[in-house]
């Protein structure tokens, strides 16, 4: 069964800082989706940024960067100079070619003025 | 450009009461999708419909049913409720274009407390 594992239940980063989020996962799939959703105090899930698992190159999305690591099934999320409104719940999810979507249990990220 | 619209926003049941909870799309998106949130965890999937009267279980089903008559609508019903349905619902709706998932748009939230 697949899982999606985040190491980091909390981490703090001061504005305009880089700050990186871990996630692992495992399957023996080959073709499968991968994003990170932002879950802001709001409760609104926001896609931050997708991988397509049979693209070698990162995704991009501004600030937001991920370095993709098949072998490794890692998938970590680079924010480049953190802002106040990042703060929020981010969580890494896998989706397969069935649809199946599996989250992991979320990294809480603190932004410190 | 509403997304996905899910009502009511907050609401307290009794146990063993029943209700159903609403979400409607506008993006005319075939696949949809509920999944709960329990504090301090990811979202798990209930069920999820990939088009009009069809609809599939996910990794946690129990105590809950959904329906499809429409692309537009998917609401989920809960019978007999009970404390360990407490949790925030997410309904959301997904974006396949051909073969590709461009991602998920989330509904904003149902907070669902049982006493």
């Known amino acids: 069964a697949q899982t999606v594992t985040q190491s980091q239940p909390e981490m703090s980063v001061q504005e305009a800082e880089t700050v990186t989020l871990s996630c692992t996962y495992d399957t023996s799939e080959s073709d499968y989706y991968l994003f990170w959703y932002k879950q802001p105090p709001s409760r609104q899930m926001i896609l931050v940024i997708r991988q397509e698992a049979y693209k070698q190159q990162n995704a991009t999305e501004n600030r937001f960067s991920v370095n993709f690591q098949k072998a490794a099934k890692s998938f970590s999320l680079k924010i480049s100079d953190s802002q106040l409104g990042d703060a929020a719940m981010y969580f890494c999810?896998?989706?397969?070619?069935?649809?199946?979507?599996?989250f992991g249990k979320g990294t809480r990220l603190h932004i410190l003025p | 450009n509403a997304g996905v619209t899910q009502t009511p926003k907050f609401r307290i049941l009794k146990i063993g009461q029943s209700m159903t909870l609403q979400c409607a799309q506008d993006?005319?998106?075939?696949?949809m999708y509920w999944y709960r949130q329990d504090p301090g965890m990811g979202l798990k999937l209930i069920y999820y419909?990939?088009?009009?009267?069809?609809?599939d279980k996910g990794e946690v089903p129990n105590g809950y049913n959904v329906s499809r008559s429409t692309t537009e609508d998917f609401p989920l019903r809960l019978e007999l409720a009970a404390p360990s349905q407490t949790s925030v619902y997410f309904c959301?709706?997904?974006?396949?274009?051909?073969?590709?998932?461009?991602?998920?748009?989330f509904g904003s939230g149902t907070r669902l407390t049982v006493v």
């Open positions: 993006m005319n998106h075939n696949y």
């Open positions: 959301a709706s997904s974006d396949y274009q051909g073969d590709l998932n461009y991602g998920y748009t």
């Open positions: 999810a896998y989706v397969n070619r069935d649809d199946k979507i599996i």
């Open positions: 419909s990939v088009g009009a009267g069809i609809t």
